[in-house]
């Protein structure tokens, strides 16, 4: 089954590396059946497209402004991202929700600029470890589901990745359960058909991340609810990643 893999290297790397990297996952996944993305820092991004252009991988960026255009210093706009090439962006990531405090409301713009100008959405949701021990995980993660999509109509859904990534698994070494991402998966299914159709819940590509490794990866990713994975510090390793992208699943 065809699945959607996708890195996200955050603030790792530099541009020299990303030549190296490139050319090595290009050449390791020529064969591949599944839907790659990389996500590599801006600086990276001009490098990567002249290295993977091409072949199999596609190219994403880990995040972008909400503005379309202005005096906003050391922001990227869609506009920039799309006209280098980019196809996806990641949004609505923990880090930028907890350290940059990034709210739903933001995030909703972003989404809608970035679709506006012809990217793709990785949008991520997921609640903390003290929500999940207080039993309202499932009431945070539709509410960040919610707030992200109004105003998004059902044909924009095309354009949108569903990342569900429980915060607390992120980057700890610590997994969901493959029964608590079924869980997860259905409701958000669930809730995309509650707010759209039956259809729309059936369809939307939903995938998993948190503290996805070489040794746990095909488990997760097998799973039949699922689509794909979103992971991070394993990708940095393109041999790994290669391994985890090349997968018949």
Request: hydrophobic share 40%; net charge positive; glycine share 8%.
């Amino acid at each position: 089954m065809k699945k959607i893999i996708i890195s996200n290297f955050k603030m790792n790397t530099t541009p020299s590396e990303m030549k190296t990297y490139s050319m090595a996952l290009a050449t390791k996944t020529s064969e591949s059946k599944n839907q790659i993305i990389v996500c590599p820092p801006f600086t990276h991004l001009c490098v990567a497209k002249q290295f993977l252009d091409g072949s199999k991988v596609s190219l994403g960026a880990q995040n972008v402004s909400s503005e379309e255009k202005g005096a906003f210093t050391g922001e990227v706009s869609a506009s920039m991202l799309k006209d280098l090439g980019v196809e996806y962006v990641i949004v609505g990531h923990s880090e930028r929700r907890t350290k940059f405090k990034e709210t739903d409301r933001l995030v909703n713009k972003k989404i809608k600029t970035a679709l506006a100008n012809g990217l793709k959405v990785i949008l991520c949701i997921g609640e903390d470890l003290a929500s999940r021990q207080a039993k309202q995980a499932c009431a945070v993660v539709k509410k960040e589901l919610d707030d992200a999509l109004k105003g998004i109509y059902e044909n924009e859904l095309e354009g949108v990745i569903i990342a569900y990534e429980p915060i607390w698994a992120i980057g700890t070494g610590k997994t969901a359960t493959l029964k608590d991402i079924q869980k997860m998966v259905e409701l958000i299914r669930k809730e995309i058909a509650y707010l759209y159709s039956d259809k729309a819940g059936q369809q939307i590509n939903v995938v998993y991340g948190g503290s996805i490794d070489i040794q746990n990866y095909k488990k997760i990713i097998s799973l039949a609810c699922l689509n794909g994975a979103l992971i991070g510090g394993a990708s940095l390793n393109v041999d790994n990643f290669a391994v985890i992208a090349r997968e018949n699943y």
